[in-house]
Structures are given as structure tokens and as C-alpha cells.
């Protein structure tokens, strides 16, 4: 079934550092993939999305491509800030049958002075 | 008010009490939904309202009992519940469900513990 995949954490770096946070899918039909992120105590707000293979969303310096030869969309920012710590879930919308949006656990970031 | 509000922000309840949870959006969307997050579990979409109609129930104990008067107001009903019941419960919505392409826009949820 549709499903996404996306890397434990938590994630612990220093500011400035590189970040990668993987994600994967698998979907029948072609999803739209999303990355979303949760700061404490709110809801989830929409970081970048992409809606067909190779385009790329990007946001705030966060960016992801739709890889749909490797079923990913891996999220990067260049520099971490520590106001960037939060919980980052990768999900994807398909309607295939029946309409499916369905979202990864969640990744923990975890920015340190 | 502008986005998605949520009501209560915090809910504490007995096994046999009887509660609501209010939603409202202000974006002039058609479809709304209701989530539950939990530790360490990926988010569970439990129901989906598109123009007022329920077009997904995903398999929910009837315990959790959803309503819709309008496009702008979600209700989740709550009674008997057990205490693995206790969550973070989201309320979502978008312009159209079905849409693929659509982003969802989120309330800050209401935080539920069963005692």
C-alpha cells in the first residue's frame, strides 16, 4: 500500500550545519509530496511541496526534489539556525480510488548554539 | 481570526464523560479533517469532509462520533472513550479534498489525556 518512510531521530546538530533529512515513498498513481514542520505546542504548517517528478520545492533555505527514479524527496538546508528545531514530517497526497494523504513520523531537529 | 482554530487546547476527561472538540476555519475551504497525532506513530487521518459530506472514515471506533454543519465548522463528538484514546487530535482543511495537489493548513490541536 502507499506508505512514506522518512529517517528516526532525533537529529542533534550545531548551528550553521548541513542538514539532510530523508524521506521515501511508495504510492500507486503519482503523488504530490510535501514536507511539513510542527514547532512546540502548534500545528502543522507547510514547509515546501512538489506535484510532479523533478520539480523542486524549496522554502525558508529548506529544499527537496521529487525523485521519482529513487522514490524520495529528502529535505536540505544549507545552514541550521537553532530556530529551525522542530518536528519535520514528509507526506504525500494521492488519489488513486480513494483520496490518501498520508504522513511520515516525524523527524525531531534539535539546533544547539 | 484568521487560519484554523481549535477548541479546547486541553482536554482532560473520564472514561465515561461525554465532550466535544470544536474546529473552525476562516479560509474559505471545502473540506476539512480530522488527525490524530500520537508518540511515536506516524499521523492518522480518522475522517474527511468534502462540501459537508463525509467521504472518509478510516475505520474509527464509533466512540469518536464526527459532525459538519457547514464548510467552516468540524465537531468531534467524544464519549466512553479508553485511554489509549489520549492524543494530540488536529484539525485540518483544505481548498477541496481529493485535490492532490492541495496543501492542508492546520489547527495547533487539541491536546486529549483519558483518564
Known amino acids: 500500500g502507499d506508505s512514506v518512510t522518512q529517517m528516526e531521530g532525533p537529529v542533534t546538530l550545531s548551528e550553521e550545519a548541513f542538514l539532510t533529512i530523508n524521506c521515501t515513498y511508495t504510492?500507486?498513481?503519482?503523488?504530490?509530496l510535501f514536507w511539513y514542520v510542527q514547532y512546540p505546542g502548534e500545528g502543522l504548517q507547510l514547509l515546501l511541496k512538489a506535484t510532479k517528478a523533478d520539480d523542486k520545492g524549496s522554502n525558508k533555505g529548506f529544499e527537496a526534489t521529487y525523485r521519482k527514479e529513487t522514490t524520495s524527496f529528502h529535505l536540505e538546508k544549507g545552514s541550521v539556525q537553532v530556530s529551525d528545531s522542530a518536528v519535520y514530517f514528509c507526506a504525500l497526497s494521492v488519489a488513486s480510488g480513494t483520496y490518501k494523504y498520508i504522513f511520515g513520523t516525524g523527524t525531531r531537529l534539535k539546533v544547539l548554539a | 481570526e484568521t487560519g484554523v482554530t481549535q477548541t479546547p487546547r486541553h482536554l482532560v476527561m473520564g472514561m465515561t464523560n461525554k465532550k466535544s472538540l470544536k474546529c473552525e476555519q476562516h479560509?474559505?475551504?471545502?473540506?476539512m479533517y480530522w488527525y490524530k497525532q500520537s508518540a511515536k506513530k506516524p499521523l492518522e487521518l480518522m475522517f474527511v469532509y468534502n462540501f459537508k459530506e463525509q467521504t472518509e472514515n478510516n475505520s474509527v471506533p464509533s466512540r469518536f462520533s464526527p459532525e459538519c454543519p457547514n464548510s467552516s465548522h468540524l465537531f468531534l463528538h467524544l464519549h466512553t472513550l479508553q485511554p489509549e484514546d489520549s492524543a494530540l487530535y488536529l484539525c485540518a482543511s483544505s481548498l477541496e479534498a481529493g485535490e492532490e495537489r492541495d496543501t492542508q493548513y492546520f489547527g495547533p490541536g487539541t491536546r486529549l489525556t483519558v483518564l
Open positions: 479560509l474559505g475551504h471545502n473540506a
Open positions: 504510492a500507486t498513481g503519482y503523488p504530490s
